[in-house]
């Protein structure tokens, strides 16, 4: 089976030595085991849907959707508390039911992750877009105000996209060219080289580099 992606969860981060003894700064991610839901192609874009993690037993079924609960109930899985769809580059579908697990990537591989950014809630424009501020001296009442935004007689308006204070963080993330470190199956554990956007337990989606990283450099990889 071609690459596909796979749903995760950030654990955190530690750090691990190389063949040279060098430090590495590694992240540590929860990578399935996943089911396949459905799968549909539009195209020559084939997609997956993926559940993850089983509804806790102590929930109620009726707290599950009715439409979701009869999927679940078909294909004979445990109800997942995720379901996101992935890309999938090969026409060899996976059967429906089946797990995908964190050894379809191996040590070497490239991968980009998407995640959900920290929060930092509503933030001023000096630490939302780096402005220098204004006068510290001579009276200045200004030092980490707006300032003026107009522009003048033409156009007459504020521009649009102007960088102005507001809210900060929570956006999908996705950085790419991200490089495997370890993998290890049994624990559904993938260990990938330097951060990765979010915080403890944020969900995760795992694929492969779509750029060309055969020309990446280790050194050169976050």
């Known amino acids: 089976m071609q690459t596909c992606g796979i749903l995760g969860?950030?654990?955190?981060?530690?750090?691990?030595?190389?063949?040279?003894?060098?430090?590495?700064?590694?992240?540590?991610?929860?990578?399935?085991?996943?089911?396949?839901?459905?799968?549909?192609?539009?195209?020559?874009?084939?997609?997956?849907?993926?559940?993850?993690?089983?509804?806790?037993?102590?929930?109620?079924?009726?707290?599950?959707?009715?439409?979701?609960?009869?999927?679940?109930?078909?294909?004979?899985?445990?109800?997942?508390?995720?379901?996101?769809?992935?890309k999938f580059s090969s026409k060899e579908v996976p059967a429906i039911g089946s797990e995908i697990t964190a050894d379809i990537f191996k040590k070497g591989d490239y991968v980009d992750i998407r995640g959900t950014s920290i929060g930092k809630g509503f933030q001023g424009g000096m630490k939302r877009?780096?402005?220098?501020?204004?006068?510290?001296?001579?009276g200045?009442?200004?030092?980490?105000?707006?300032?003026?935004?107009?522009a003048s007689a033409y156009p007459s308006r504020v521009v649009k996209g102007h960088h102005m204070p507001g809210h900060m963080g929570n956006r999908k993330v996705t950085t790419q060219n991200?490089?495997?470190?370890?993998?290890?199956?049994?624990?559904?554990?993938?260990?990938?080289?330097?951060?990765?956007?979010?915080?403890?337990?944020?969900?995760l989606v795992i694929q492969k580099a779509i750029k060309k990283h055969g020309q990446i450099k280790d050194n050169e990889t976050k």
Not at 129 to 138: D, N, P, R, Y
Not at 181 to 186: D, K, M, Y
Not at 187 to 202: M, Y
Request: glycine share 10%; with cysteine; net charge positive.
């Open 140 to 150: 200045s009442t200004s030092h980490r105000r707006v300032g003026s935004i107009g």
């Open 178 to 203: 991200i490089k495997v470190i370890e993998v290890v199956a049994g624990d559904n554990l993938l260990v990938v080289k330097g951060a990765v956007v979010g915080h403890k337990n944020n969900l």
């Open 9 to 86: 969860r950030k654990l955190g981060m530690t750090q691990v030595f190389d063949e040279n003894g060098t430090c590495i700064a590694v992240t540590l991610i929860e990578a399935g085991p996943c089911v396949v839901l459905k799968s549909y192609s539009k195209g020559d874009i084939f997609k997956l849907q993926l559940g993850f993690e089983d509804v806790k037993k102590t929930s109620k079924e009726n707290r599950i959707k009715k439409p979701q609960l009869g999927q679940f109930r078909k294909i004979k899985v445990a109800p997942k508390r995720i379901i996101k769809e992935v």
């Open 129 to 138: 877009w780096h402005w220098a501020g204004g006068f510290k001296t001579h």
